[in-house]
Each structure stands twice: as structure tokens, then as C-alpha cells.
């Protein structure tokens, strides 16, 4: 049998402790505003990679206007960030910085073409996250984009 090539590394990463609250699935429902008086329904997975190294964050929305994607979150220690890598099925990819409070975390990307933020804020003892997202295209004003909430789904195990 081979062995793992950096087995050693596949460790809880102590800087993502916070996200050991929302590691599961979740049913989301979403509103956008080029959608005006429509609900989204989709799907969002957190769940730990290489042992708590990091986290991988998988979603879908029921509705072909919106990507599927898949997210890598990691740490820098020396800095002491929390960075997002994205990726979708239209291939775009993108990098965001996370900010972790108490309630939740927000995420940032703040290029000079398309700058994004977005809120998570966890209630109900940890059963439901509620975001809000705004964009802003070539340093225009903040506009409404995607904003959802997340429902957990019991554990099937």
C-alpha cells in the first residue's frame, strides 16, 4: 500500500476553528436583484479538506443563470488572513479575503473592476446563516447582489 505524500499536513488548521459551526449541508433561498420578486433555491456544502487543513465549499442554484462553484477556504498565518479561491463553471475564478467575528464573517474582494462583499451572520444556534452581498463595477456605487439564506440540513449520519 503507498503511502499519503504529506500525510503529516492533513491537520486541523487552527485558524479555520470558526468554520468547524457550519461544516454540513444547507438548503438555501436566495433573492437577486435582476430577478426582482423572485426566489433561488440551491444548495451550499462546507465540509473539511485534508483532515481540517482546509475547508471546501460547494454550491448550486436551481436556476441556470447562476453558476455552480466551488470554493477552497486556507489560511496565511504569518498574515493572519483567512483567502477564499473560487472557481465556477463559467471559469471565472476569483480571490476573496475573510474576516471572522463572533456572529459570522464577511468576505471581501476589492478589485478596481468588480469589487465584491458579502455578510454571513449565523443564527439560530448555528441552523441558519442569512447573507447579504453587494457589488460594485469599476468604482461605482454599491449595488444589492445574491443575497440568500442558508437552512441546515440534518446530518444523515
Do not use: C
Request: hydrophobic fraction near 35%; avoid cysteine.
Amino acid at each position: 500500500m503507498a503511502k499519503l505524500v504529506g500525510a503529516k499536513a492533513s491537520i486541523a488548521n487552527p485558524q479555520l476553528r470558526f468554520f468547524e459551526r457550519i461544516i454540513g449541508e444547507w438548503r438555501t433561498t436566495g433573492t437577486h436583484p435582476l430577478l426582482p420578486g423572485a426566489t433561488v433555491h440551491g444548495r451550499v456544502s462546507f465540509a473539511w479538506l485534508e483532515g481540517g487543513a482546509f475547508v471546501i465549499w460547494r454550491s448550486e442554484v436551481d436556476d441556470p443563470r447562476f453558476p455552480d462553484g466551488v470554493a477552497i477556504i486556507g489560511s496565511d498565518d504569518e498574515a493572519g488572513t483567512i483567502v477564499v479561491s473560487y472557481f465556477d463553471q463559467r471559469t471565472i475564478s476569483r480571490r476573496y479575503e475573510i474576516t471572522v467575528g463572533d456572529q459570522g464573517f464577511t468576505m471581501e474582494r476589492m478589485d478596481p473592476k468588480f469589487r465584491q462583499r458579502m455578510s454571513f451572520t449565523l443564527e439560530a444556534g448555528d441552523t441558519r446563516i442569512v447573507s447579504k452581498g453587494e457589488m460594485s463595477r469599476a468604482g461605482g456605487p454599491w449595488e444589492d447582489d445574491l443575497s440568500q439564506t442558508f437552512e441546515r440540513l440534518p446530518d444523515d449520519s
